[in-house]
């Protein structure tokens, strides 16, 4: 563990690395100029050809996307330099790298962009690997300001080769960064970047590379940095074909949305995996049993079923008059167009098109074989291809040059023939056909027979609404709409509406690459949603198999992979130093996860605090039969005393409870005056963040206040992993407030404190 270490005088280089910085971004201002001059020509431009036009667009589309590459916020454009070894006293390469590229008015390179291949021992360069470096500087920035530089030389006689402590590059500008105030909004790690992490940044785009990563690890941030970097290195491609992040709950979305606009990429899309199926309204949560039957990967073959039940021959003949003549869909013929279109490629809805046709030919057939003079057709010819021919009548004209298309325009709104193709091939919407299915106890037992047991066919019971357009619809809901918007594929396009970009099963939108983030708590079915978004099988898959707390919890990446599309291989990268989290925390937060999750090792914490966790056990009050009848105050205690020591110097403070908790915790907050956010209502940009467990995934606070362990224990599927990520969620100080007692695994060797 590197302890913090403090810096001695300013580095004597510091005035001319200024001055660099200062031309820097001078530099970079002349750029945005240009690129707004370029812009407003563009849009000043009127009429002319229709190829005139097309470059105007095209160059209004470029200007604009050079500005969003060339906006950085108050991110320092510099953090660091790297000298290259020459072949004689001084003639070696120096570079200044940065958050992109600066180059001069002669075209010198002022700064280059971090993810250029000439910045890779920036990150990369050991003592024992110099990669061709004499010296890697560090700069430790406050804005445009270079504060103090840190030099790591190498070649230099007793230079570690391992490095400062766990290996760390720039450990001093690093520990720095890490004990700054957070904000509410995660920042990117672009000057820190170490090279356990750097590895998986600059990994290839083909494959899946998943990410091991305890608490603090950063994880989430080389998971962005990554994507910023496919961006850059193979920016043809995948501007075209879009990224795609998706993260746990709309709340970390918001909490990651600055960091790859400040790596100059901005056009990424980012969503929750609720959030790739369409707009559905407020979702409701299903019983922990149900969530977790419906994650269940049996349920594709469920769904395959029972549409394969909606695709079925007419129970008994249907007569559709034409003309003086009536033209039948019988049983048997109805039949032979259903398995003909089953065996047929393509969604379900896409085929009835087929059906259709088939239909038509069918009935044109009868009326070719029709006589138009004498006799009734024999007894013997097949009711398929008989038509009704009416004693005492004349025959119609005989028709020639009939094509199908023709009659089916005159057949198809008869009221028998919808029907007769309703039942035989109905046009469905997954909310329509899922409505359908969870409401029909027969369609269940008819689909899941030999598949679920009667227990989860029982399950999946549930009353039907008066439309699909007011189901309350859950999370776990989710993925089988959109396994079954695979299967169906668009029940009608719009005249003039292309296809989804890429093409992708049932015409979702399909993506160059995908970064799924808290990958352990999805289900195989929310995987399956992924993998169809996925265009070529690119994917980066972060998470921590110790902090899985969803219905499903793997026990090993394996088992997660199995339901996406590795088919170019996938390979496992581990993050082993946690940032985040002090030591202090670290050793409590060790206990749990011995007993959470046997045989997994925390992450190793780089720095210390110096402050242990504080563990508050509060008394019942008198006359109270709630066990937690006082912890709401001692917790408003506990967030009001912390307020008063984070001062005017800012910081972030969280208070995660069970979700029974959440509603009187917030009624005392209030009643106090302590202004806070609760996950749908802003919660990173108050003071204080009122979240649950779950909501809290991916997040971290400068100080955490845990309410009542053992309840999150128990409202959560997976216990104790729930309780392991609610402690490691802070990066300076830790209270646990309660008053049922601790779980075992906390009480080794803690100290309480009573209020």
Request: hydrophobic fraction near 40%; aromatic fraction near 4%; charge should be neutral.
């Amino acid at each position: 563990m590197t302890q913090p270490v403090m810096f001695p005088m300013p580095h004597p280089d510091v005035a001319a690395e200024q001055a660099h910085v200062d031309r820097a971004y001078g530099r970079l201002e002349e750029m945005r100029s240009g690129a707004a001059a370029r812009l407003e020509e563009a849009f000043g431009e009127r009429g002319g050809t229709f190829q005139a036009l097309t470059e105007r667009d095209i160059r209004v589309r470029d200007s604009l996307a050079r500005l969003e590459q060339l906006q950085i916020g108050g991110e320092a454009l510099v953090f660091g330099r790297i000298d290259r070894r020459g072949t004689g006293p001084g003639d070696g390469e120096v570079f200044h790298i940065g958050r992109l590229a600066v180059s001069g008015t002669d075209q010198e390179p002022l700064v280059v962009d971090w993810r250029a291949p000439v910045a890779e021992p920036f990150y990369r360069a050991t003592g024992a690997l110099p990669m061709g470096l004499s010296r890697r500087r560090h700069f430790l920035t406050e804005g445009r300001r270079v504060l103090d530089l840190e030099d790591e030389m190498f070649g230099v006689e007793g230079d570690d080769d391992d490095g400062v402590g766990l290996g760390l590059s720039g450990p001093q500008v690093l520990l720095s960064a890490l004990q700054r105030s957070r904000t509410g909004r995660m920042r990117d790690i672009v000057a820190t970047v170490q090279r356990e992490q750097d590895e998986v940044i600059r990994g290839p785009l083909t494959g899946i590379v998943v990410v091991q990563g305890g608490p603090g690890t950063g994880k989430t941030a080389v998971a962005l940095h990554r994507a910023a970097y496919l961006l850059y290195t193979h920016r043809f491609p995948l501007e075209r074909q879009g990224v795609l992040v998706v993260g746990p709950n709309p709340t970390f979305l918001r909490y990651i949305e600055h960091v790859l606009p400040s790596l100059g990429e901005a056009g990424v899309e980012r969503s929750t995996v609720s959030g790739l199926f369409g707009p559905l309204g407020r979702l409701a949560g299903d019983d922990p049993e149900v969530a977790r039957l419906k994650g269940d990967p049996r349920m594709a073959r469920f769904l395959a079923r029972a549409l394969a039940d909606r695709q079925r021959p007419v129970r008994r003949t249907v007569e559709v008059p034409y003309g003086r003549s009536i033209l039948r869909i019988t049983p048997s013929g109805s039949e032979q167009i259903v398995a003909s279109a089953r065996r047929r490629a393509g969604t379900h809805n896409s085929r009835r098109r087929a059906v259709e046709t088939l239909l038509w030919r069918q009935l044109l057939d009868q009326i070719e074989r029709r006589p138009t003079l004498g006799p009734p057709p024999p007894a013997s010819t097949p009711d398929a291809l008989a038509a009704t021919w009416d004693e005492g009548t004349d025959p119609l004209p005989e028709r020639t040059e009939l094509t199908p298309a023709e009659l089916g325009a005159e057949l198809r709104r008869a009221p028998q023939v919808s029907e007769a193709l309703e039942r035989m091939w109905p046009l469905l919407t997954p909310q329509a056909f899922l409505h359908d299915l969870l409401g029909a106890p027969a369609l269940i037992d008819l689909a899941g027979r030999g598949l679920l047991s009667d227990r989860e066919r029982a399950l999946l019971r549930r009353p039907r609404s008066p439309s699909p357009a007011e189901v309350a619809w859950t999370d776990a809901d989710v993925p089988l709409l959109d396994e079954a918007a695979a299967l169906l594929g668009p029940s009608r396009r719009r005249p003039g509406t292309p296809p989804a970009r890429s093409g992708g099963p049932g015409g979702v939108r399909t993506y160059g690459h995908v970064v799924v983030d808290e990958a352990q708590d999805l289900t195989p079915m929310q995987l399956r949603m992924l993998a169809r978004r996925s265009l070529s099988g690119s994917m980066t898959v972060v998470g921590d198999i110790a902090q899985a707390t969803g219905p499903w919890a793997p026990t090993s990446w394996g088992q997660v992979v199995e339901h996406l599309p590795a088919r170019r291989g996938w390979r496992l990268a581990e993050l082993s130093v946690n940032y985040r989290t002090p030591a202090e925390i670290m050793v409590l937060a060790g206990r749990i996860l011995e007993q959470a999750a046997p045989g997994m090792r925390p992450p190793e914490p780089a720095r210390s605090s110096g402050e242990e966790p504080r563990l508050v056990a509060v008394e019942r009050p008198a006359g109270s039969s709630l066990p937690s009848a006082g912890v709401p105050a001692a917790v408003t205690d506990a967030v009001s005393a912390e307020l008063g020591r984070l001062g005017t110097s800012g910081g972030t403070l969280g208070v995660l409870a069970a979700s029974s908790l959440l509603r009187p915790v917030a009624e005392h907050l209030a009643a106090a005056g302590v202004v806070f956010g609760e996950a749908a209502a802003g919660a990173l940009d108050a003071p204080v963040s009122l979240l649950s467990v779950a909501d809290a995934k991916g997040l971290e606070f400068d100080v955490v206040v845990v309410v009542e362990p053992k309840r999150i224990v128990a409202e959560s599927p997976q216990g104790l992993r729930a309780l392991y990520v609610a402690v490691t969620r802070a990066t300076q100080r830790l209270h646990v407030v309660h008053s049922e007692g601790l779980p075992e695994a906390m009480l080794t060797g803690s100290a309480e404190s009573s209020a």
